[in-house]
């Protein structure tokens, strides 16, 4: 595409082609055809669907302009697996495209792409195409991950049913906190909650499709995401906000700080609506991925979110998650898109 | 993810929601589920290979600030369309990322989504998933087109051998000349090159997967992305610039505008070597298309793109193709990677 700089004249090939080979090639799986084709090609496993999600990132809106550059590929790569974690699929690869602004050089990238070898590796999934844009503005990186799953058992988030408990996933909070203490704003005496900013765990790999009857994972406020699910099932929720589990780092804090846990984004955790009768299932496959998983409500007959307070009176919040759109776009419109 | 501006309290729902649902919603197609999830799913067509690409446009550098919304839209999706016509695959679906810069509204939006709308419809295919940010910088749309190919069939640019002719569709330059038109800079009466320019036409379904040894889709000079494709088949390839099909428009402008032509990106025409015994095939399949084909060189022994004149003398460009990095990232590099 053109209007982008000319050139250098003089080797015949514009620099953005050694810099893909020597950043990005090495990340290339089989079916990127070494990023040297207009696509990719690959056989999608026999008799799975697909299922494929994307999201961006913007520097200085999803991460910090010194997050490093490392974890900043790694929480983009991470955030979309956790989509995938949340539909029950497993992971196959992704595409990747990069806008550039002239302030962040190579070594910036090789950092980069550092974090993505790094994550493959342990996701067991590779490049399989993008692209590269300069541009006047802030570091955009958009993500397109693509997995599979057994026909019919993706989890979806309007399965929920009236007796079913809500479950979680991990910890809540550490993520909104990590963001605090990466401005200064609260103590992180050990890093742990800037990491759990940084790095997100995406809970793959937990079989939950006959267990579940509904999931999601909790990316921008967990109050705000209960809201999502329940609107989809055309239920209620109560959530209990005692049970919600939270990390020592968070529970350091001291308690002001459990609303905004509630209500802040970036847990990247799973939200269950499970049976009674699964529960025994969901903590068995659980404990064999070492993933910790907690009751924190259930499914009434109704519709919106309560949150109880320990003496079981509604919790007031000041705000239940987040928006990221400008203001232009935004309106007073209470569709139910999630 | 966090760190985007709050909510409105008023309702409940970030107003992202609502702004999704009137503009996004109607372009999600059966796999997308409405939207709705963290993902799509959707059953891959049997017997097939999967084609992925991404492609990403920035604001100021893919198009212009003022192009029209819809046009902006429809150019995305068919620049990556001409992507999955480069391999010969068939259009599936795709994913959209949106980085929105505030001062562009959902009037804007509404436009460039009933350009998407239209084109769904003319090449059969729906919106998969995607993901709306806020950027303080220019806006950046990313898009990730899925398709699917016969297996081993897909169009690669390593297959060239010597002997093969070299073709090109339609006409080549409308779309370096239309972006000059566009500021100011040739002539253009009755707007035919800001159209080129505006709206590629990607050259889907001509079915040359047993007919052409190698194809590619020109996006970045036809010089350039000809040495790409001489390059990964190890060879070498002469291209004759009087051969080069040329639009009356572009003709009008004068033989001064010819070099520009042949190294201007935008052209979304394909590049094929083909053959002499196949030549027959290719011209009875894009004649079915309704779309021309021209031979314009040959490929040859060694290595590099010769571009002769009319006289049969070496023609001196001073530019090949466009690069699309910030200076940071660019070097004197050679690789091959195209």
């Known amino acids: 595409m053109a209007m982008g700089r000319e050139e250098r004249p003089d080797n015949g090939l514009p620099a953005e082609f050694g810099f893909i080979a020597r950043v990005f090639r090495p990340l290339a799986g089989e079916g990127a055809l ?14 799975r669907q697909l299922v494929v999600a994307a999201d961006a990132m913007v520097e200085g809106v999803h991460f910090l302009p010194d997050d490093p550059a490392d ?5 983009l790569l991470r955030c979309n697996l956790s989509d995938l974690a949340a539909m029950d699929a ?6 990747l495209t990069v806008s550039m602004p002239p302030a962040r050089d190579e070594a910036w990238f090789a950092g980069f792409a550092a974090g993505l070898a790094h994550d493959q590796r342990q996701f ?5 195409g993008g692209d590269t844009t300069s541009t006047s503005g802030p570091l955009v990186l958009s993500l397109t991950v693509l997995g599979h799953v057994a026909p019919g058992m993706a989890l979806r988030r309007c399965g929920a049913r009236v007796g079913d408990g809500l479950w979680v996933t991990g910890t809540i909070g550490d993520g909104a906190m990590g963001l605090l203490a990466r401005q200064g704003k ?12 940084q790095l997100p765990r995406p809970r793959l790999g937990l079989a939950l499709g006959g267990i579940a009857s509904a999931g999601m994972d909790v990316s921008d406020g967990l109050v705000q995401d209960l809201g999502h699910m329940a609107r989809e099932s055309g239920v209620g929720a109560v959530l209990h906000a005692g ?10 804090l001291g308690p002001q700080w459990l609303a905004r846990c509630l209500s802040g984004g970036d847990d990247y955790e799973l939200l269950l609506a499970v049976p009674p009768e699964q529960e025994a299932a969901l903590q068995r496959h659980a404990a064999r991925r070492d993933v910790s998983v907690t009751r924190i409500g259930q499914v009434v007959a109704g519709c919106g979110v309560r949150v109880l307070d320990e003496n079981g009176q509604d919790m007031p919040l000041a705000r239940r998650g987040w928006s990221h759109l400008p203001e232009g776009a935004r309106d007073q419109d209470s569709s139910d898109l999630s």
């Not at 067991?124 to 399989?128: A, K, S």
């Not at 609260?186 to 900013?197: C, E, I, N, W």
């Open 34 to 47: 070494d990023l040297r084709d207009d696509a990719a090609v690959f056989t999608p496993p026999a008799g």
């Open 71 to 75: 974890t900043v590929g790694r929480k």
């Open 90 to 95: 497993t992971p196959l690869g992704y595409l």
């Open 124 to 128: 067991g999934i590779t490049l399989l």
């Open 186 to 197: 609260v103590a992180d005496p050990d890093g742990f909650l800037a990491g759990r900013y």
């Open 243 to 252: 049970q919600v589990p939270l990390s020592p780092a968070v529970r350091a």
